[in-house]
């Protein structure tokens, strides 16, 4: 009776043990970033990047290529949700009817579930909750870690608004009139004379497929001039976890539908522009060496809208990309 008791918890611990790393295995990367949003972007950190757009860019580029990174968030999480539930539904399936068993043959004296058992259950689950709650608090706060400077001021830094005698920084759900885009490029062209708009968003979204290209390679060293330091840090740090894990992150079939600018403002001697990117691909993970895959789709696309916000110094200097959110 004792031997079949360590043996079903022993079986308990191995399957939640193994659910565990599963789900912290797939709940990683997609795309370059893993589909999360980091980076600085000045005072505009503290609020999300404003949907409104200028104009749009109507003709798409399309690439197919094995590049970057995989796995669509929200359909692994509720995968990896399923999975659970599923494992956790079989253990406590598996165990109740072997009490109804036992008690059918020998009443409450078998080796059934209990309330110890119960315990035992939650106490693993709420472990297990609290573990990946702490890892993915750790990566948020590891992503954001370069804008922690800002905190320090009493009051963060006003952008200037274009156009207008007063500061207008954009907070919480205030979102920037598409005048004030209007204002923020012609000031950005009195600045340097030699910026144009259509130029601009046409380097942004070569700079999107090369960014995307580093990452599929795991190694964005070929673009590091592209990139700000912390962005560098950041993408090169996540190509490396992917490397560890002996694991490649592919994009195929490429496609940006629209290429937008959303935001421009100009804080402590620099430009920022904003970007919303509007594409769709195929995103799916492989194991190295057995080409195994491990997570997402090699049929069906996904879809997804970024913003990328890209800065300089003022004048005609080069656009580095500070930051990627997504959209919220």
Request: net charge neutral.
């Amino acid at each position: 009776m004792a031997m079949e008791k360590y043996i079903k918890y022993g079986l308990m611990i191995v399957s939640l043990v193994a659910m565990l790393f599963y789900v912290l295995e797939i709940d990683a990367f997609a795309r370059a970033g893993g589909s999360k949003s980091f980076g600085s972007r000045g005072s505009h950190s503290y609020s999300s990047p404003s949907s409104q757009s200028k104009s749009t860019t109507r003709s798409s580029r399309q690439v197919t290529t094995a590049t970057s990174p995989s796995q669509s968030g929200g359909f692994l999480r509720n995968m990896a949700g399923g999975l659970a539930g599923g494992i956790m539904g079989g253990i406590l399936g598996s165990m109740l009817f072997s009490s109804m068993g036992n008690a059918s043959s020998g009443g409450l004296g078998g080796s059934g579930i209990g309330l110890f058992d119960i315990a035992l259950i939650g106490v693993m689950l709420y472990g297990i909750w609290w573990f990946i709650k702490k890892k993915r608090r750790e990566a948020e706060e590891r992503a954001t870690a370069g804008t922690s400077y800002f905190r320090e001021a009493s009051q963060p830094q006003q952008p200037i608004a274009y156009g207008s005698s007063t500061a207008a920084p954009s907070y919480g759900n205030l979102q920037p009139l598409e005048s004030d885009v209007t204002a923020g490029l012609t000031h950005i062209r009195q600045m340097d004379l030699t910026f144009d708009e259509q130029l601009f968003k046409d380097q942004a979204m070569d700079n999107f497929f090369k960014v995307q290209g580093a990452w599929a390679n795991r190694d964005l060293s070929t673009i590091r001039s592209s990139l700000t330091v912390e962005m560098f840090g950041i993408l090169q740090s996540d190509a490396d976890d992917l490397k560890n894990k002996k694991q490649v992150n592919r994009l195929e079939n490429i496609a940006v539908r629209n290429v937008d600018i959303t935001e421009v403002w100009q804080e402590a001697g620099k430009d920022f522009i904003t970007v919303r990117f509007c594409a769709n691909l195929l995103d799916y993970t492989v194991d190295e060496v057995s080409g195994r895959l491990l997570a997402g789709s090699k049929t069906e696309p996904v879809r997804f809208d970024e913003y990328w916000t890209f800065t300089r110094p003022v004048g005609n200097y080069p656009w580095q990309l500070s930051a990627i959110n997504q959209h919220e």
